[in-house]
């Protein structure tokens, strides 16, 4: 097989894997309901678990990607179309940045480190995100419930890529 058709088959492969984190990570979210946050008019759901298990598995890209697509469409579909384009933006700089953290070292505490400084971003993200679309009060409110998400995606990541990457690498 030539570079050309490696390089192919590999840009491929990479799709067909982008396209099903973005729906694994959906279907996950939106299997179990989203918990609205009262105050703050947005949800706590499993959406950062899929979107830090991508980055941490195939980097930058495909963690952005996943990330601004499952994000956007989630809240689409589930009724919070007003955080559609915030959605985009933070879950997309979530993912980008787990994976670029992860991409600059294979030890292990790379992956913690990844995870957790990407849960703050999405943190920071929706603070702003609520502060603008409501009120300061909201944006601050929303700090508590959007650690919540931000570590169980966290830990998911941290539990499922193991397993995931020995099957993704082979």
């Not at 809240?75 to 985009?88: E, K, Q």
């Amino acid at each position: 097989m030539d570079n050309k058709s490696v390089g192919q088959r590999t840009q491929f492969r990479t799709v067909i894997l982008t396209a099903m984190f973005v729906a694994v990570t959906l279907a996950v979210s939106m299997g179990i309901p989203p918990i609205p946050i009262p105050g703050t008019h947005g949800n706590i759901n499993l959406c950062d678990g899929g979107i830090l298990i991508s980055a941490l598995l195939l980097g930058p890209k495909v963690g952005g990607t996943v990330g601004a697509l499952s994000g956007f469409l989630l809240d689409i579909l589930s009724g919070y179309s007003n955080y559609a384009i915030f959605s985009f933006i933070v879950h997309g700089l979530e993912g980008l940045i787990a994976g670029w953290i992860k991409n600059r070292s294979t030890k292990k505490v790379v992956d913690v480190i990844a995870v957790l400084v990407a849960a703050v971003v999405m943190v920071i993200g929706y603070f702003f995100a609520d502060s603008i679309l409501y009120t300061f009060s909201a944006g601050f409110l929303g700090i508590f419930t959007n650690t919540i998400q931000g570590l169980v995606g966290a830990v998911i990541a941290l539990a499922v890529t193991p397993f995931l990457r020995k099957r993704i690498h082979s």
